[in-house]
């Protein structure tokens, strides 16, 4: 195995998706500001104003028209990219669902920010989260490096012929966003290489074959059937994405699968988790288990479509389980989105642990390495005891 | 380039006959008029926002359009097409396609004067080369005649009912047709399918200057203004007659009507033929509402000669 020439860079979250914007080098951009995502169509537009991109920017007047220009520019055959967070991501909502209904490849960077009210431009993963049923593929991120790299990535996910959805990449405000990490970038030719030339099934500007897109489909027609094709591209999804992060590993060294299981096989319980906080919740797992306890953990990197098959093969040995959400789902008492899913997964299973969720981190609070120890102590007493006290727990909340 | 009709019939027809819109609509008759301006040797990229063109010309698997069409939402049909034209220079600057393109938006007033208008206006302001093309009937038709910001002060919709304590809408319309013009763009129209010679012409302008272009067309709706279905051009020609519909260009910052009203009628006369004003002509019907039309109509008309440097009779 060669590994490709890589550079050891320190960038901002933000400033490692730039990079990986200008090495995918998109045909049309469409840029609007929000906090905490500006800095990447910032300096993505310093890119474009350097002539180091072909991309034609469009500073569209918001992140409505922003997914719009994107959905005309898929549509006439170019490869199109834009990035929001937040409120920016609740404004596309329409049109999120007509991107992935008309199978229009394209990759958006969301950094991820609560949603008002109260108003709160921090970390949580609930504007994502709100998009979750929206037909979009959604990869989750560590840090800078798995930001570029599940940017790259995305590209070959969404235009691969069996998939054809648009794809999410996800990063954590702030906490991945403006913390400043140690990341290797590759080459721009490599970049190139490895994410080759679009080749788009249909095209608004196919002067050969004049194209309808968006045409009106009502009771007669074949609406149903559209949809249930484009849950069977999801469920394509999970071999391509796992093809292509087992060909990204065999390029960089960095190999990439639906999750990431870590010291699991001699488990008796585990936390599952999203995004950055990964890195906190593996220090403490080794921390634990270097005093001799059984906890493992699982780091979700696919939540859309979401690898049932793989979780339950992952987990169904343990005695219990903690989801840790960054966002709740309002339902009254079904804990956030990650539990839920989880929780139906395992429904058949005949051997499959107690779940416990925790909901933390909401609006940017912190999850110190303390907090994380109070959950997997009291995760601890669930694998021992077999009972479950309080399901659904809220971590870090002032009393 | 000609605007004789035996030129102008010898083009090809770019939206075919066969489609859903009603009998007697204004709407595809604007299209036709506006499509027949279109160069010879371009191909065309036509984006519609929902509404009763959409829905009635590209019934899947079936199309009206001999040329491509997007629809993606009802808001959004000026961001969409930019982002198809950012992508078509990209793309020809790349020198991955070889055809030339013009792109062209057919909206209704709803999803141009109201929901669209944001999307419009960032069109306008970032300079797509795009003729934007509202076929403008005064109120939301495909939802079943509710009112919009271009419907006439005292007309009767669903949601503006004229009652014990209504005489139909309350308020004038908006002057859309100036506020796309105060955003310096290379040409901003107001047409009426009544005067196709006019309406042909401005297309050809539209469709030829560098730059976002703009017309704003009278295409009545006899479903929505109740008045038999074979009166559209009859009406749409009592808009202009009554300077309603006061027809002008604005090319480059110059204002200039193209088409000059002598002996301008009474707005009655077009209005009470119109059964979404009948209430005002009733015996108890508000005639104040009636004087405040002409008044408003007058107002406008005599800024609007101001503007263009005529005359005031």
């Known amino acids: 195995m060669v590994i490709a020439k890589s550079n050891t860079l320190a960038l901002q979250g933000t400033e490692a998706v730039a990079l990986a914007m200008k090495q995918i080098n998109p045909d049309m951009v469409a840029a609007y500001p929000i906090t905490p995502q500006t800095e990447i169509v910032q300096g993505f537009s310093q890119f474009v104003a350097d002539g180091e991109v072909d991309t034609h920017l469009v500073n569209v007047e918001s992140e409505h028209s922003a997914m719009s220009a994107c959905i005309g520019g898929a549509s006439a055959g170019g490869r199109v990219m834009t990035a929001t967070s937040s409120q920016g991501l609740a404004l596309m909502w329409e049109l999120l669902y007509i991107a992935s209904g008309l199978r229009l490849p394209m990759v958006m960077p969301n950094v991820n920010r609560t949603l008002s009210a109260p108003i709160n431009i921090h970390c949580d993963h609930s504007d994502s989260m709100g998009a979750r049923d929206a037909g979009w593929i959604h990869l989750f991120s560590e840090n800078a490096q798995e930001a570029y790299d599940n940017t790259l990535q995305a590209v070959r996910i969404s235009e691969h012929p069996q998939v054809r959805l648009p794809v999410m990449v996800l990063l954590d405000g702030f906490i991945i966003s403006h913390s400043l990490d140690r990341m290797e970038s590759l080459e721009d030719s490599t970049v190139k290489e490895f994410v080759d030339v679009f080749k788009p099934e249909f095209s608004l500007l196919d002067a050969k074959t004049p194209t309808c897109i968006g045409a009106f489909d009502g009771l007669y027609g074949y609406f149903f059937e559209f949809k249930r094709q484009q849950e069977e591209a999801m469920r394509n999804a999970f071999q391509v994405v796992k093809d292509v992060g087992k060909e990204y590993g065999e390029l960089t060294g960095r190999p990439y699968g639906v999750f990431e299981a870590f010291g699991l096989e001699d488990a008796e319980f585990a936390i599952i988790v999203l995004g950055s906080a990964a890195g906190t919740v593996r220090h403490e797992v080794e921390c634990m288990r270097s005093r001799g306890i059984p906890i493992g953990m699982i780091k979700l990197r696919l939540f859309r479509p979401f690898p049932a098959n793989e979780l339950i093969e992952a987990v169904s040995h343990l005695k219990a389980v903690a989801v840790f959400d960054r966002s709740d789902t309002f339902a009254g008492g079904m804990g956030g989105p990650v539990f839920t899913d989880l929780r139906s997964a395992l429904y058949e299973s005949e051997k499959k642990p107690l779940m416990v969720n925790y909901i933390y981190g909401l609006g940017g609070r912190d999850l110190p390495v303390e907090l994380i120890n109070k959950a997997a102590t009291e995760l601890e007493q669930v694998a021992q005891s077999g009972q479950v006290k309080e399901k659904i727990n809220y971590l870090g909340l002032k009393e | ?313």
């Open chain 2, 1 to 313: 380039m000609s605007t004789k009709l035996k030129d102008l019939v010898q083009k090809p027809e770019l939206l075919s006959g066969g489609h859903r819109m009603c009998a007697g609509c204004g709407g595809p008759i604007a299209v036709r008029q506006v499509l027949m301006g279109a160069p010879e040797g371009k191909k065309l990229v036509i984006a519609n926002p929902t509404g009763c063109l959409e829905v009635s010309t590209t019934i899947y698997p079936y199309t009206s359009w001999n040329t491509s069409f997007i629809h993606c939402g009802f808001e959004n049909a000026a961001a969409t097409l930019s982002g198809a034209e950012a992508t078509y220079n990209s793309l020809k600057m790349q020198g991955k396609i070889e055809d030339d393109y013009n792109f062209v938006v057919f909206g209704g007033d709803g999803g141009t004067y109201d929901i669209g208008f944001q999307s419009l206006s960032g069109v306008l302001e970032r300079g797509h080369r795009m003729v934007y093309v509202c076929y403008n009937n005064e109120a939301y038709m495909n939802t079943g005649i509710q009112r919009s910001s271009a419907t006439t002060l005292g007309a009767w919709t669903t949601t503006s009912p004229h009652g014990k304590e209504s005489s139909g809408k309350p308020q004038h319309r908006k002057d859309l047709t100036a506020i796309v013009a105060a955003h310096n763009i290379p040409y901003v129209a107001q047409a009426s399918i009544s005067h196709w010679r006019d309406l042909v012409r401005k297309a050809q302008k539209a469709f030829s200057v560098d730059g976002p272009a703009f017309i704003n067309v009278m295409a009545p709706c006899h479903r929505g203004w109740r008045y038999p279905m074979e009166k559209t051009v009859e009406l749409a020609k009592l808009a202009v007659q009554t300077c309603v519909w006061p027809l002008y260009e604005v090319e480059n910052g110059q204002w200039n009507l193209t088409t000059k009203v002598r002996n301008k009628k009474p707005v009655e006369e077009y209005m009470k033929l119109q059964g979404r004003f009948g209430h005002l002509f009733r015996k108890d019907g508000d005639r104040e509402v009636l004087d405040k039309i002409q008044e408003f109509v007058d107002h406008e008309w005599k800024k609007l000669l101001r503007m263009c440097g005529e005359e005031e009779e």
